[in-house]
């Protein structure tokens, strides 16, 4: 019984050590990243940095954190930052942000709060870090920008998975529920009222192909770009608007899109005014839109619905016969 006691006894030192070196371990590796960051001219602000979390738990936490990357502009700021793994997984990452982020770019801040907001990452063994799976869950999440614009939502889900037989691929799903657009948003996109005050439901089911792994290096820059973008299904119900969108394009180097997408759009004519309101549509093709719509319904036998392919080709985007204008650039900063 003694040897069991002095047994068990070595095995806990052992295990003590074995934790108190892995968890400076991981404070080193923080410091080291955001050091090696400074001296690449980023800003990289925190207040502390420590590792708790014994005996089963690595939890590291940095408060009053702002970081800035000076090659895109982009910023961040939030008041702590938690990420978590366990002893006997350390592959598999918990990420903990606190209820107010900044986010800002070279155009406007956002300003973020939520009720709680977690996200976990599956990574591979090694250094790069490089990710396998993720999923991100918030809830109760404001957002407003110094541009004007701001939604809130009850929840959102996502979901990302990489693929065995092509890791360049992943599968993404991501499903909002309650989204509502802030009051300044909605009086500029639904000045008559045709509306409802928020999304019934809004959920997307894509496949995308980028350029590289998404890994340690992707937070450094620069971004992984998509490449390959295959959009099983986009489901999006306002009211009494309804839309549908699948298709499947390729992605250039400047972030310009070529392919096809398929729509079928329940109230079109709402749509339409919708992103003219929006921008989406320059405010002088909006007659043009209304008019090629028209002729589009006739066809599908249906007044109130389009069903017909939106074309994505040389940087300009068009619905069947009809010219929209310039097609989105889809790039990630």
């Not at 590291?60 to 793994?85: C, H, R």
């Not at 598999?92 to 990452?121: K, M």
């Not at 997408?261 to 339409?272: D, F, G, H, P």
């Not at 005014?273 to 989406?280: E, F, M, Q, R, Y």
Request: net charge negative.
């Amino acid at each position: 019984m003694r040897k069991v006691t002095w047994l068990l006894l070595g095995l806990a030192v052992l295990y003590s050590g074995y934790w108190f070196i892995a968890a400076r371990g991981s404070e080193l590796g923080v410091k080291t990243w955001l050091e090696a960051r400074t001296t690449e001219g980023w800003q990289t602000e925190y207040a502390t940095l420590e590792t708790r979390g014994f005996p089963l738990t690595f939890k590291t936490t940095l408060t009053d954190v702002a970081i800035a990357d000076p090659a895109t502009g982009l910023a961040y700021q939030t008041s702590k930052i938690s990420i978590k793994s366990r002893s006997f997984t350390p592959t598999r990452l918990h990420a903990e942000l606190a209820q107010d982020v900044r986010l800002s770019t070279p155009f406007q801040h956002i300003d973020i709060t939520n009720a709680s907001a977690n996200g976990t990452l599956f990574v591979e063994v090694g250094p790069a870090l490089t990710m396998h799976r993720a999923t991100f869950d918030f809830d109760d999440l404001i957002a407003e920008s110094t541009l004007g614009w701001g939604f809130s939502l009850d929840s959102a889900t996502a979901t990302v998975q990489r693929l065995e037989d092509d890791p360049l691929t992943h599968d993404i799903q991501m499903t909002l529920n309650d989204l509502a657009p802030s009051t300044s948003l909605m009086k500029r996109l639904n000045p008559n009222g045709i509306l409802s005050d928020q999304f019934d439901a809004l959920a997307i089911d894509a496949s995308m192909t980028f350029d590289k792994d998404w890994d340690i290096t992707a937070l450094e820059g620069p971004r992984p770009q998509p490449t390959h973008v295959l959009l099983r299904n986009m489901a999006a119900t306002w009211g009494a608007l309804d839309l549908r969108i699948a298709g499947e394009f390729e992605v250039d180097e400047r972030g310009v899109p070529n392919g096809k997408i398929s729509l079928k759009a329940t109230n079109w004519r709402e749509m339409i005014a919708l992103a003219a309101a929006a921008g989406i549509i320059p405010q002088n093709f909006e007659n043009l839109a209304l008019r090629g719509g028209e002729m589009l319904a006739k066809m599908s036998g249906n007044a109130n619905t389009i069903d017909a392919e939106l074309t994505l080709s040389r940087g300009n985007i068009s619905l069947g016969f009809l010219p929209l204008g310039p097609a989105p650039r889809i790039t990630i900063r």
